[in-house]
């Protein structure tokens, strides 16, 4: 049992890494108090109905088959032997580099009917060919699949990795073949990490807009931002944002369950490497092929088309500003990536040494911030910061009267960090977690009873065996920072651009030829920790 | 353990890197302006920086969607650093005249330059340049003759040709708001169902996708902005599309405004309102405007050579003001009638 010290630690630990997050939820909530009854009798009768089915579904088809694909990936790099596995164990996570949103437009461009695609098969199958609609659900459950499988990709497989070994031996040794050994030992043993994976996906799913957008679906997210851009009504919005994190809290809770017993857990993380089945040469050709498919849909031709489009404006819009986009995208990603990583360490090992409920349930809420739209999060932390400011600013102002400095804290990147912990404190605690279980707590019980406790315990025993795990998590938030954008626009000091922010300036007006520029540089920029990661990878598990 | 330590520096360095940013404050220079601004950087900057050039005023600026930036200026209160605000529509710049943010400017020079229709009656705010939202036909399949008025393309004669971006974006509610204006709900709601019976595809997420439909022969008409027309020709003169000025003689063509209003906290006011003369003549309207093949507000300024080459036009006078003020009931209009 731990001790009251001990305990108080972690509750203070979580009471204030849910703070950021409460702050925006919170002030939803609160819009409550004034319903918006007008357009909410409205929104109900002629907006909801449709934007809720279709975003169930989104979320049903996104979370089934990024989960599916991310999976059996994850088993073929990480059990079996295949010409380019090496190669693939690192590519597979590039999509990730790519915004949703950019994605999104470069797909619906090139499978509409004026796209070459329908154009070359019109030619060729004759004028009435068609694919099916393309501005439809499909379309955007398509593309969100193929930049969010990576998640689910990337945890499974550092779960395969880390206890696979051992388990297939002992499966194997009792009989079991390397299939059955799959389904019935190792896919229940790497649970925990596709479930988060796969909530991470959902969640992403829920705050999408971007994507969403490009193929003309309405979900709740996009009937918040009616009800905010179309019906100058933010009240509602904020409303409709409550829904949408009682919601994600609910599915966090199904999650829980999805995750089962916590009973899996090997004495040591790195039971050795896991024993990969060479395949034959034909398998092995039709694996390499497989990953490559994916690869090209997901990576090469999106990439290929930013090129492309990237190269016609080189000339007049890449200049020396460039250097400055990128360094301060990258400094911000880093920053927050490490800001998001230690909270979220802090986070799952509060929630790990002390199991009461409430505590629980509080910690999950901390990771709900994922699952708002970005806007709608950035304007429910930004207005609490700026009447704070304003504040300060009265005090200083009866102080000092007109020469009191003027205070701008809601534009600085205090504010900017604080709001990406919110928004992806769910990103870092999802590897953190899944790490964490798969670390036996007789070597907590171990450690306690050599003296060391606490931090030391956290220092010396449980950090090393988790640095897979918070390599993964930095590098996914890092790559999510470098694409983030309604926090980045809204909290930025003046003059402060980045990658993302060069992309919104040109997908505002719809250049988006010329938002592929800075898509690329984001691209770039996201593949040096994918690609650094993978070579961690082989040292770590 | 060597690993810690890193962190903890790395932690150190970020907190303290946070801490100098937010104790600098925001300095205000006696010559400078902030401007809040959701025409975007690429099309702004060079005019802030034309400015600062003749006058020697330092214009700082930051980006945005118009409803964040007014979220944004209500919520900083009597502290937000903004002295103007700047759209490219005029629904949230009635939005935010209404909500109290923007200050009343009596300026001869304005009122002289921006025709009445385009700015605020209460001098609230002005607009700087005119975007045209008009018909676009694929010339192979209609014959310009068959065409008239955003209302006639209800007709059931277009069924299955009609083309139409997503009622989400402003331009259409805007459209839609002028219509409820002219014609009353009941018409509007008619002629909006007719529209969406009409559709030969599911709506479009952007005009220039749009367009592209039409010069691929997906569907035969649309309702686009010039200006997206206008890039694309720019670069292929060839495209198999054209431009029609819709309702001549009944109403004339739907214009929206890219303009701007002095912020009502603002502690430099009076430098807002010089900035505003500014840019309502001479090169900076001009420049204004034809950076983004927009028409200029101000009738006594030159168009960009390809935004005259598409011909002269009779615009729609109602005051634009009744794009804000009907922008809601024109959504929920769209929204009864199935138009996505």
């Known amino acids: 049992m731990s001790s009251f010290p001990a305990r108080a630690a972690a509750a203070t630990t979580v009471l204030l890494l849910a703070v950021p997050v409460a702050v925006p939820v919170l002030s939803a909530f609160a819009a409550w108090a004034a319903p918006a009854a007008d357009v909410w009798s409205h929104q109900l009768q002629h907006v909801l109905p449709r934007a809720g089915w279709n975003t169930a579904l989104l979320v049903l088809l996104v979370g089934v088959s990024a989960g599916a694909l991310g999976t059996t990936l994850a088993w073929l790099v990480a059990a079996h032997d295949f010409p380019g596995r090496r190669f693939f164990g690192w590519a597979l996570l590039a999509p990730l580099a790519l915004p949703g949103y950019v994605m999104a437009v470069v797909f619906a461009g090139a499978l509409d009917f004026s796209g070459p695609l329908q154009t070359a098969g019109r030619a060729l199958l004759g004028d009435t060919w068609r694919l099916p609609p393309v501005r439809s659900i499909g379309g955007a459950a398509l593309v969100l699949t193929l930049t969010l499988y990576p998640y689910v990709y990337m945890l499974a497989r550092v779960a395969f990795e880390s206890t696979g070994a051992r388990a297939l031996e002992a499966a194997q040794s009792l009989g079991l073949d390397r299939r059955a050994a799959f389904r019935r030992v190792l896919l229940p043993m790497a649970r925990p990490a596709i479930a988060a994976g796969i909530g991470l996906v959902a969640m992403e799913t829920l705050a999408d807009f971007g994507v969403v957008a490009a193929f003309n679906v309405d979900t709740f997210t996009t009937s918040i931002y009616r009800a905010w851009f179309g019906m100058f009504s933010l009240a509602a919005a904020l409303q409709m944002a409550a829904l949408l994190a009682l919601f994600a809290l609910v599915a966090a809770g199904i999650e829980r369950r999805l995750r089962g017993r916590r009973g899996f857990a090997s004495q040591r993380s790195s039971g050795g490497m896991l024993q990969r089945l060479r395949l034959s040469p034909g398998q092995g050709l039709c694996a390499a092929a497989a990953a490559s498919m994916v690869l090209a849909v997901a990576f090469v031709l999106p990439l290929a088309q930013l090129l492309a489009w990237a190269w016609q404006h080189a000339a007049v819009d890449l200049d020396r500003r460039y250097l400055g986009f990128v360094l301060r995208s990258v400094a911000l990603a880093a920053s927050g990536s490490i800001v998001v990583v230690i909270a979220a360490v802090a986070l799952g090992y509060a929630l790990r040494s002390d199991r009461r409920t409430w505590l629980q349930s509080l910690g999950r809420f901390a990771s709900v911030g994922y699952a708002l739209p970005g806007t709608v999060l950035a304007v429910g932390l930004f207005a609490p910061i700026a009447a704070m400011n304003g504040w300060m600013q009265d005090w200083l102002d009866v102080r000092w009267g007109d020469a009191a400095p003027q205070l701008a804290l809601q534009g600085t990147l205090l504010t900017m960090l604080l709001a990406y912990l919110a928004r992806f404190l769910a990103v870092g605690v999802g590897p953190v977690e899944s790490g964490l279980a798969r670390i036996h707590r007789n070597l907590d019980e171990v450690a306690l009873s050599l003296g060391a406790r606490g931090p030391a315990r956290l220092a010396r025993v449980h950090l090393p065996l988790l640095r897979g795990s918070l390599l993964a998590a930095a590098m996914l938030v890092f790559v999510d920072l470098m694409k983030e954008l309604p926090i980045t626009l809204m909290t930025r000091p003046f003059g402060f651009e980045t990658l993302a922010v060069r992309v919104f300036e040109m997908a505002a007006e719809g250049e988006w030829a010329r938002a592929a520029l800075p898509s690329v540089f984001i691209v770039a920029a996201g593949l040096i920790p994918v690609w650094l990661l993978a070579r961690r990878f082989t040292h770590v598990t | ?340």
């Open chain 2, 1 to 340: 353990m060597k690993r810690p330590p890193l962190h903890r520096l790395l932690v150190g360095l970020a907190i303290a890197a946070a801490a100098v940013a937010s104790v600098v404050p925001a300095v205000a220079m006696a010559e400078s302006l902030v401007v809040y601004s959701a025409r975007n950087e690429q099309l702004i900057k060079p005019v802030f920086d034309l400015y600062t050039k003749e006058t020697g005023v330092d214009v700082k600026f930051t980006t945005a969607d118009a409803a964040v930036l007014v979220t944004r200026l209500a919520a900083e209160g009597r502290n937000s650093p903004a002295d103007i605000l700047m759209t490219v529509d005029a629904g949230e710049l009635w939005n935010a005249a209404e909500r109290g943010l923007l200050k009343p400017v009596r300026s001869p020079v304005l009122e002289r330059n921006v025709p009445k229709h385009l700015r605020d009656p209460h001098g609230r705010w002005f607009g700087f340049s005119q975007r045209a939202r008009t018909i676009a036909y694929n010339p192979r399949k209609v014959d310009p003759k068959s065409l008239s008025t955003y209302e006639a393309l209800a007709d059931p004669a277009w069924k299955g040709r009609l083309c139409l971006r997503t009622s989400k974006k402003v331009y259409n509610q805007s459209l839609v708001a002028m219509m409820i204006k002219t014609l009353g709900e009941a018409q509007a709601e008619r002629v909006v169902r007719g529209w969406v019976a009409n559709l030969a595809t599911d709506v479009f997420a952007n005009d220039t996708a749009l367009l592209e439909a039409i010069a691929a022969g997906q569907c035969d008409v649309g309702i686009v902005n010039t200006y997206y027309f206008g890039r694309i020709v720019r670069e292929r003169p060839d495209f198999n599309a054209r431009l029609f000025w819709a309702n001549q003689g009944s109403g004339g063509v739907h214009v929206n405004i890219s303009g701007a209003g002095v912020v009502a906290t603002s502690r430099n006011s009076a430098a807002a309102q010089r900035f505003l003369e500014w840019l309502s003549e001479g090169k900076a309207q001009e420049f204004f405007a034809a950076s983004n093949l927009e028409y200029p507000t101000n009738p006594r300024v030159a168009k960009d050579p390809l935004v005259v080459s598409w011909g002269p036009f009779q615009p729609s006078v109602i005051n634009v003001v009744e794009a804000g003020r009907l922008q809601a009931a024109a959504v929920k209009l769209m929204d009864r009638a199935g138009y996505r």
